[in-house]
């Protein structure tokens, strides 16, 4: 495509020039000033990596003719074909653009989706998780953090904690809840490289306590590392003592730091500035975007030593002075009060400052324990998202007191499978009705990547319940078995009736003319049929699962239907009365046009009912067991329901009222006495009905 289009850039751009040459055409310029007269342009310009210049187009007040040479041939060229092809080279040369963008977006495509295609075959986890402070973190790197979680929480490190004292995760932790001790940090590390790392003695040690005053902070360590080879020339360690009194502060002397050696590799906390600069280590953690620390965080770890999980903060304190000598300052933080809880949790789409704004000033806040989560690992259990959901559960382990057998139940937040998977409304299991235990989901889940076994795809699954059921605990139907040879018998004959009633209209229509229908008024015949069909058009409303929308079909088919063909049989019928009741020699007449304007205020009451209906308090399929406890759908009734019922047996008493009145009456072909007929069976049957 590329080249195709180069191809066509340069014949459009050799052939303008052409028509250019040939152009015979002639502009009069308008006559300007001696001063512009002396005025010649040149310019350059690339074209296609090759520099071509433009011959000067002056105004001769000679000739008073603008003049425009070819690029090529020198020929005289029309000014309006240079404009030409300068508009068709940018007008193609951005068509070559977006053809390369959509070539480059196609590629973007079709490798998202073999990515996606990949990790659907997998498991539906996301690769990449985003943490509250803006950190991502891998989905492998989750994986692996667990494993290492789940050896400690079940002491399953064998002789790992004599070689290696020290055990870090690969994922971060959000570290905003802990600004203040960095900040502290980042402060005496500015002091100590203004005044010097050695200046003063007993600085060293006041700034290594100071650190200590905050509360999330358990140690405190300042090292004075030589500047040639990184011996340790001297340090301060000082720790939080909880077994004699309550923050107490001690010296700890550490056997890795010695006086003339390096300190060793081991330590989490520290890596050798000559061979890492700027502490760029994969022990520390990367710093959030769009965030500047003086340091950085390293990744949870577990000391064996303390027997406790912490995240450290270390800086690099550049070289000041004479003296040689550059410092390193680092703080430890327990973080063994975490929570390891790998459900999810939509309140982490705010850091944790917003989150603590949010617990001042809202009374729907998140529970404290929900807040002191490792946001790395939500999302991270194994239970399947389409039809089980996690639930949180703290472990606890038990151990065995000295004095007594009781067994003590100590909570510990840092395991892997603390958490129950549910099955999700609509589903079942009846092997385990209370959930799948999450430990058992993490080991099944890894035989299956493994291939190992089956049993998380196919034993450790929920069911989906019967249609109809909210809540089973097993394949119990629970919706009631409808006739349905005789649901579908009325509905064809409903239907049956509505074709014939619209056959029948069809047929009046054509012989509205003929004698009997022309005296019995062919509009309203009409109009009655009209309603007919549209109350034998309910049962097609009805036939199906009923809803919301057939429930307002429903009602509207029945009242309207009703109101119509009452309305219209009523009016002829009242037409007939008063043309009976009139004593005088006047002949009473009323037109079919006045009975239509008696007929429409009724009909437009109706209208305004069922509207009103329909919007402030709108029918909806009410849900009623039977008595095997299954259930089936029912439109609802309420007092919209009564009202209208009472409304329509007033109706139907002033019509029986009127049919009494004619009752003598006579007519041609009788037609009172059959329309009272008609009316008496509408009223017997609605009001027994009611």
Avoid at 208 to 232: C, M, P, Q, W, Y
Avoid at 356 to 365: F, I, M, P, V, Y
Avoid at 423 to 449: L, V
Wanted: aromatic share 10%; with cysteine; hydrophobic share 40%.
């Amino acid at each position: 495509m590329k080249c195709l289009l180069t191809t066509w850039l340069r014949a459009e751009w050799t052939s303008t020039n052409y028509c250019c040459q040939q152009s015979k055409t002639k502009l009069n310029c308008a006559t300007t000033t001696n001063r512009a007269t002396k005025i010649k342009q040149s310019a350059k310009c690339q074209w296609f990596g090759q520099y071509r210049h433009s011959l000067a187009s002056g105004i001769s007040s000679r000739h008073n003719k603008c003049i425009t040479r070819n690029r090529i041939t020198c020929q005289k060229c029309h000014p309006l074909c240079m404009i030409a092809s300068q508009l068709c080279n940018v007008l193609l040369l951005a068509l070559l653009l977006v053809s390369q963008a959509e070539v480059v977006a196609g590629t973007l495509v079709a490798a998202e989706a073999g990515t996606t295609s990949t990790a659907a075959t997998s498991v539906n986890f996301k690769s990449i998780i985003r943490i509250g402070d803006g950190n991502i973190v891998t989905r492998d790197a989750i994986e692996q953090s667990l494993v290492t979680v789940h050896d400690i929480a079940t002491e399953n490190l064998g002789t790992l904690c004599i070689s290696t004292l020290y055990r870090p995760l690969q994922v971060p932790i959000n570290s905003e809840r802990y600004e203040s001790a960095r900040q502290k940090a980042d402060l005496v590390a500015s002091i100590l490289q203004e005044v010097g790392i050695v200046r003063h003695g007993g600085l060293s040690d006041a700034l290594a306590k100071g650190l200590l005053s905050d509360e999330s902070t358990t140690g405190a360590r300042i090292l004075a590392l030589n500047l040639t080879n990184g011996a340790v020339q001297s340090y301060v360690w000082w720790v939080k003592s909880y077994h004699e009194k309550t923050g107490e502060l001690q010296r700890y002397e550490e056997d890795g730091l010695q006086i003339g050696k390096k300190p060793i590799q081991s330590y989490p906390w520290f890596d050798d500035e000559n061979t890492s600069p700027t502490l760029r280590s994969p022990k520390f953690a990367p710093s959030p975007p769009n965030m500047y620390y003086k340091g950085w965080w390293t990744f949870p770890y577990f000391s064996c030593t303390l027997s406790k999980w912490i995240l450290s903060y270390s800086i690099a304190i550049p070289p000041s002075g004479r003296h040689g000598l550059r410092g390193f300052i680092s703080i430890d933080i327990d973080v063994t009060g975490l929570r390891v809880n790998q459900c999810e949790a939509p309140i982490y789409r705010l850091s944790f400052q917003q989150m603590q704004n949010r617990r001042l000033h809202l009374t729907d806040t998140p529970a404290p324990e929900t807040i002191e989560d490792i946001q790395a690992f939500h999302g991270s259990h194994k239970c399947h998202r389409d039809t089980m959901k996690c639930d949180y559960r703290v472990p606890s382990t038990e151990t065995p007191t000295i004095i007594t057998s009781k067994i003590l139940s100590t909570p510990n937040s840092w395991s892997r499978g603390a958490y129950q998977c549910l099955c999700r409304r609509g589903f079942y299991s009846m092997r385990h009705p209370d959930g799948f235990n999450g430990t058992i989901m993490e080991i099944a889940w890894k035989e299956h990547q493994e291939n190992v076994s089956n049993y998380y795809a196919d034993v450790f699954t929920c069911l989906q319940c019967e249609p109809g059921c909210d809540f089973c605990t097993g394949p119990e139907p629970c919706l009631a078995n409808y006739n349905w040879p005789f649901r579908i018998s009325l509905l064809v004959i409903s239907i049956g009736c509505a074709i014939g009633t619209f056959v029948l209209a069809g047929y009046l229509f054509h012989h509205r003319k003929v004698k009997v229908f022309k005296v019995a008024s062919p509009i309203f015949l009409l109009i009655t049929l009209i309603g007919c069909a549209i109350m034998y058009l309910e049962m097609v409303a009805i036939f199906p699962y009923l809803d919301m929308t057939w429930c307002i079909v429903t009602k509207w088919t029945r009242h309207m239907g009703f109101c119509i063909t009452y309305t219209s049989l009523l009016m002829k019928t009242w037409r007939v009365s008063l043309t009976y009741r009139v004593k005088s020699a006047h002949k009473v007449k009323l037109t079919d046009q006045q009975l239509l304007q008696w007929m429409v205020p009724i009909l437009l009451v109706m209208l305004i009912y069922l509207g009103t209906w329909t919007i402030s308090a709108t029918p909806y399929a009410e849900v009623i067991y039977d008595q095997g406890g299954l259930k089936f759908k029912q439109c609802s009734y309420n007092w919209w329901d009564h009202s209208l019922a009472i409304g329509e047996v007033l109706f139907l008493a002033w019509g029986i009222r009127v049919c009494y009145n004619v009752r003598n009456a006579e007519s041609l072909y009788n037609e009172a006495r059959l329309i009272s007929y008609a009316i008496y069976n509408i009223a017997i049957v609605n009001i027994t009905m009611a």
